[in-house]
């Protein structure tokens, strides 16, 4: 079928959504006017076609969509005497082309789903017109039918004008007609019926219609059959495959009828049968692109979920499994090489994945972009599942070789398996997702499997992410204070700002439970302001109410994602000016791993911080593998020791090896006027100890746990441990 060539886009995209409708229908005349058995002019026609080319455009873009609007476009071709089996076609191939193409436009539905939109609705609209032409057919037909059956009963004088009726009607009929007799013995088939059974009559009128049994007949086709030959009922209509001479399938829909003497008695049946294999094939072709990925042939998001949903059904003994697939580092190959590349990669990894599922029960699905699952119902406990994904990442280890360059294919997989039943589809793949990412957190290149306590904590990270901006909002941070002593007299220093959240659900949590979940998100920035402006707040506040002998300083704790923000420097300023602290006042605690490899752009705004009298202090010194010698071109005033160095100091003897370490830091921080604070501090001689290294200043359970600002003057010194 030839449909009319198609108009660039530039002019498609210049019209209105009215030109674009009416230049459809135009197209849409042009195609099948010719075989339309019509009194009606073109321009009459194409009247007749807009308000099918607006239903079909509006069904294309409706929400929730729904294909009966296509249906009742294609019945209504019908009406507009389209009969012809080409006009069918010819209209598919039209909104096939064009459909999209100038009812789309407009859309915010990706391409994809368009195409996939206009293809059901293809299928809608041709199931309408076959229904309409076999609704209106087999009522014309059977009716004609019966009468010619029922006038082979009339008086002899009109015998021969009536079987010459009959023998034009029922040979010219445009679906198949066969009589057969209550014992099932076919009397008499047209031509119709003789072709669609592969064209030698004899093979179908020398049959009982007890040996056209097929293996797709439902239950209930047989029964309704047997109802109607002891004169139960009148007729019935059922979907009926057949098989033809030649072993392929002939698949009908098939009307019984039962034909009564003039005493009322069962005396023949009358069967009328439409073919509708190529419907059916039809059906089945945009059944399979809808269930079936474009680009690798695999089975898509939508037969997945079908077939889990089947797997997951409750039955007794039944287990299924799942292996859950993202390749590592593919953005990077389709940024790198370009998306064909990528496609081509994606197709053989498909290919992989599908030799590792071949036994029963066994399928590999592509979800989208790089997502690839594998599931098996096959499955005696977690060990088979295993090697399924060891199988696998096997199967990716060797390299693809494309377009002359051999790409190395690592994967990270989650995996779920358990008894049917259990969970549904949806609790089934995140599972399986979380895992999955847990793997690739590790690494990648790997499997994870699945794990309910592992599953709830990134639930419950994932609740935190999203309930983080609206607790900034209702005030649920807090901050406690821990203070900072002087290790020669024990006198208060100044104490460390701690924030903390006071979760509705989950109750306080520490700074490790939400502080990298706002970097991830970017609400470290005005969380950071936050604790930084309640900190100074307090510091002066204590300052005013303290003035013999109060917290110096207050050190606030900076964030890499801090440190990059464009106006750290003059928020530090603001907030100062507004409290009225004293530059020297405040210390910002940054980590030894956010400043290796520091370039100059980095460390300008600490600079300028410094210049002003801000102090900044190292934090987790010893910790981030830094090369000492750049100590001398940060600014810095303060190294914070990380308490992995005084950790054994608690232990006695003393490993006299943490003790020239911690030796030689102090002597080279002194060295370099930089003071020496001590975390973790626990014990009476521990202090003792780093007091005799010559440590400055310490933190730790052993002067006071953090609390609330007004217990800082208040230390109970007493071992922790």
Known sequence: MKVPSQPTGVAAEADGPEDRLRRFVTIWSRAIFPVTATSLTRAEFEGHLLPLARTLCDALHARPFDTAPAQRAGAALVDAHCTDPDALGRSLGVVDSYLVLYCGTESDLPAEELRARCARLQHAMAAGFAQALRERTRSEQEAIARSALAARSLAEAALHATESRFRAVFDGAAIGIGIADLDGNVLEVNETLTRMFGGVGGQVRSRNVSEWVHPEDGPHVWKLYEELVRGEREHYRVEKPYYRGDGTVLWTNL??????????????????????????????????????????????????????????????NARFGLCYLDLDGFKVINDSLG????????????????????????????LGGDEFVALTTATGGEREVTELA?????????PIRVDGRELPVRGSLGVVEGPAGERTPAEV??????????????????????????????????????????????????????????????????????????????????????????????????LGRWVLQEAVRQARFWQARHSDGGPLRINVNLSPTQLHHPRLVAETVDVLERSGLEPGALCLEVTESALIGADEDLLKPLRQLAEMGVDIALDDFGTGYSNLSNLRRLPVSVLKLDRSFTRGMQQHPVDPVDIKIVEGIVSLAHSLELAVTVEGVETAAQAQRLRELGCDTAQGWYYARPGAPDRIHSLVLADAV
Request: proline letters at 5%; a negative charge; aromatic letters at 6%.
């Open 255 to 316: 009307t019984v009828s039962l034909l009564r003497d003039a005493e009322g008695r069962p005396q023949y049946q009358l069967a009328l049968m439409e073919d509708t294999t190529e419907r059916r094939l039809l059906h089945l072709r945009l059944r399979y692109e809808a269930t079936h990925d474009a680009l690798t042939g695999l089975p898509n998001r939508t037969l997945f979920f079908e077939r889990l949903e089947k797997a997951l059904a409750p039955d007794d």
């Open 339 to 366: 998306h064909a590349t990528g496609d081509r990669l994606l197709v053989e990894v498909a290919d992989r994945l599908q030799s590792c599922v071949t036994g029963p029960g066994e399928m590999v699905a592509r």
């Open 390 to 398: 060891e199988r696998i990442l096997t199967s990716l280890a060797t």
């Open 429 to 526: 793949l995140r599972s399986a997702d979380i895992t999955m990412y847990r793997a690739k957190s590790a690494g990648g290149n790997r499997f994870e499997v699945a794990d309910a306590e592992a599953d709830a904590r990134a639930i419950t990270r994932h609740g935190l992410t999203t309930s983080l901006p609206a607790a900034l909002e209702r005030g649920e941070f807090f901050i406690e204070y821990q203070p900072l002593v002087h290790l020669d007299d024990g006198s208060v220093h100044g104490a460390e700002a701690l924030v903390r959240w006071c979760h509705p659900q989950h109750g306080v949590l520490g700074p490790d439970r939400f502080i990298p979940l706002a970097e991830d998100t970017g609400l470290i920035v005005p």
